[in-house]
């Protein structure tokens, strides 16, 4: 059989407007426990997917689970990003099983989901097994997740990636968006966002800029 090459995306590949993007109980109850990533590490992912999703216009789903009486306040880096979004408190441990959060998917209207949250092996395996189950292609940031071990982590996004989900990282999901530095519209805020949250690639985009002016572009 002949194949042909042409230069057009693989249909794997994420956009903009084909999904919505679900963070579950980023709280600090949840995160005092968290052990198979560091706090800091996860709060900079987190804020960097946050930023990304604004960004580019992705309809971002918040959920938290017992807010007032257990688990606390979502992350800051998220609610700075989204100040005026609703966000979905639950006694489920499974988002999926709260209409609340159903409801908002079904008003996305995208047949493909990203999640990301805490912890890894109850609050992220139940809804993304859910939504598989109910025919949705998902998603997982796996560095904007966490459990109470790495054991826990590691094995629940086996058993994710065994079901069908799709494992990605903080920074493959703003550069995934963005795909071609042509895409001058949104050439600005990506790196801006991989300066303040992308480690050491935004230590490189910020010495490429000192050395270089405005001769430090990718695109």
């Known amino acids: 059989m002949t194949v042909t090459a042409t230069p057009t995306a693989g249909k794997g ?9 679900i963070l579950v109980d980023h709280q600090s109850q949840m995160a005092f426990a968290t052990a198979s990533i560091d706090i800091g590490t996860l709060r900079t992912n987190t804020a960097l997917i946050s930023t990304a999703a ?6 971002t789903i918040l959920t938290t689970v017992a807010e007032k009486t257990f688990s606390g306040p979502i992350f800051s880096e998220i609610k700075d990003v989204f100040p005026d979004a609703p966000v979905y408190d639950r006694t489920t441990m499974n988002a999926w099983e709260d209409s609340q959060v159903t409801d908002a998917v079904n008003r996305a209207g995208k047949s493909r989901v990203v999640i990301a949250g805490l912890w890894t092996s109850v609050c992220i395996v139940g809804p993304v097994l ?15 997740s966490g459990d109470v071990s790495t054991e826990a982590h590691e ?5 994710m990636i065994q079901a ?5 990282t903080s920074i493959q999901y703003l550069l995934e968006l963005q795909r ?3 895409r001058g519209e949104t050439y600005e805020s990506t790196t801006a966002a991989a300066v303040k949250f992308g480690g050491a690639y935004g230590v490189g985009l ?14």
């Open 130 to 144: 859910s939504a598989i189950d109910q025919g949705f292609e998902v998603f997982v940031i796996t560095d904007a």
């Open 13 to 21: 590949l994420l956009t903009p407007t084909d999904h919505s993007l």
């Open 54 to 59: 604004r960004d580019f216009n992705v309809p």
């Open 206 to 219: 910020q010495y490429a800029r000192a050395m270089l002016g405005a001769h430090a572009r990718e695109g």
């Open 180 to 182: 071609d530095w042509a």
């Open 155 to 159: 094995r629940a996004v086996q058993r």
């Open 164 to 168: 069908g989900a799709r494992p990605m």
